[in-house]
């Protein structure tokens, strides 16, 4: 039996792509056991279950940009979900450990590369990581999204994949009709879909809740994901909407219909977005968390307005703007279509498949 673990998370965008290397796994090989390593704590104790997966936690965090006393704790975290990793790789004995970012890759990684375990990194962003960084010099390959990699990684250890997605939403045909229903819609006018991330996003969503009054008076209908910190006071806000198509949700399953009747998009620009978008072939407008390392959202975001594939707002003037934008963008047809050829033209294809099959070749190798 084939026995793999995958570890990483923290966000949607780590624990998204890597529920799907596990299903493209499943695919490739029938005799196969998977183990998930997470951050205890962590949404991915949570949505990995879910998924049908086996999950260990590490008590493990990351360290604080601002001074914070819980970077005094750091050290002692690290030794210890290292300790930790090490007895969950005994214990599981894996041919092969796979990293998708975010803390709790760290340790394990570390420790499968001590052991001379096969080891692979999948790296989202256009701008990586600290912790891909730092195991890009010791892991046996990287899949990338974007070109030019080779500034953070060694480049023969380098694939061009793209970034796997939710499988659910590759094929998107014959779906409209059933998203209407399930959300409430109509399908005789144009329907946003706002989406700020599974964490929530502060400044999308304020600025979304300004703009409601207007979007009803405009015959646009809102799908509107939240996340949990900022549900009920959006909730609250929206209560006297209901009836002009204003929907609102903490979180939403059922992404393949959220996308399937979206005429365009607002989202901010995690590397799962932006390849989700792309696959999809949706108009976008963007809004750059400001919130993460290296600003790598807003690169994220330029690799598509490069491309004229998508609109930017600045995080910082999305309260004066994003409205507004969105709009323009609803009444504009011709900009929607051109966005929407040109999104479509940076997207990959099978993505998790191509990442699996780079596994099963490191177990070859062995």
């Known amino acids: 039996m084939l026995k793999v673990i995958i570890s990483g998370g923290g966000t949607g965008g780590h624990i998204f792509p890597a529920i799907a290397i596990a299903n493209s796994l499943k695919e490739l090989?029938?005799?196969i056991d998977i183990l998930f390593v997470g951050a205890e704590g962590r949404m991915e104790m949570e949505k990995v279950p879910a998924a049908g997966y086996k999950i260990e936690g590490l008590k493990i965090s990351g360290l604080q940009r601002s001074l914070s006393l819980s970077n005094l704790t750091f050290p002692f975290k690290v030794f210890g979900s290292i300790m930790k990793a090490n007895k969950?790789?005994?214990?599981?004995?894996?041919?092969?450990?796979?990293?998708?970012?975010?803390?709790?890759?760290?340790?394990?990684?570390?420790?499968?590369?001590?052991?001379?375990?096969?080891?692979?990194?999948?790296?989202?962003?256009?701008?990586?990581?600290?912790?891909?960084?730092?195991?890009?010099?010791?892991v046996n390959k990287i899949c990338v999204a974007y070109n030019n990699m080779e500034r953070f990684f060694p480049k023969e250890k380098?694939?061009?994949?793209?970034?796997?997605?939710?499988?659910?939403?590759?094929?998107?045909?014959?779906?409209?009709?059933?998203?209407?229903?399930y959300f409430g819609l109509s399908g005789d006018k144009k329907i946003l879909l706002v989406i700020g991330g599974s964490l929530g996003a502060k400044t999308i969503n304020e600025s979304i809740k300004t703009g409601l009054k207007k979007f009803v008076a405009n015959d646009i209908q809102v799908v509107w994901q939240t996340g949990k910190s900022y549900f009920a006071s959006a909730k609250a806000a929206a209560e006297s909407y209901q009836d002009s198509g204003i929907k609102v949700y903490d979180f939403i399953t059922k992404m393949d219909y959220a996308y399937?009747?979206?005429?365009?998009?607002?989202?901010?620009?995690?590397?799962?977005?932006?390849?989700?978008?792309?696959?999809?072939?949706?108009?976008?407008?963007?809004?750059?968390?400001?919130?993460?390392?290296?600003?790598?959202?807003?690169?994220?975001?330029?690799?598509?307005?490069n491309y004229n594939a998508a609109v930017l707002v600045k995080d910082n003037e999305?309260?004066?703007?994003?409205?507004d934008e969105a709009i323009s963008l609803m009444k504009d047809e011709v900009r929607r279509i051109k966005l929407q050829e040109n999104i479509?033209?940076?997207?990959?294809?099978?993505?998790?498949?191509?990442?699996?099959?780079?596994?099963?070749?490191?177990?070859?190798?062995?």
């Open 318 to 323: 999305a309260g004066e703007k994003l409205c």
């Open 158 to 181: 380098i694939m061009l994949t793209g970034n796997p997605v939710r499988q659910d939403i590759q094929n998107l045909q014959g779906k409209r009709e059933r998203g209407l229903e």
């Open 260 to 305: 399937a009747v979206a005429d365009a998009v607002v989202s901010r620009a995690g590397a799962s977005s932006v390849s989700e978008l792309c696959l999809v072939k949706k108009p976008a407008i963007l809004v750059p968390s400001p919130n993460v390392a290296e600003d790598h959202q807003t690169m994220n975001a330029m690799a598509l307005v």
């Open 344 to 366: 479509a033209r940076l997207a990959f294809q099978d993505s998790g498949i191509a990442i699996a099959n780079e596994i099963l070749r490191l177990v070859k190798k062995k």
């Open 88 to 138: 969950i790789l005994k214990r599981f004995q894996p041919d092969v450990v796979v990293g998708v970012g975010g803390y709790a890759s760290g340790p394990i990684l570390f420790v499968a590369t001590l052991n001379g375990v096969p080891t692979l990194i999948q790296e989202q962003n256009s701008y990586a990581g600290i912790t891909n960084k730092i195991l890009g010099k010791r």
């Open 29 to 31: 090989s029938r005799d």
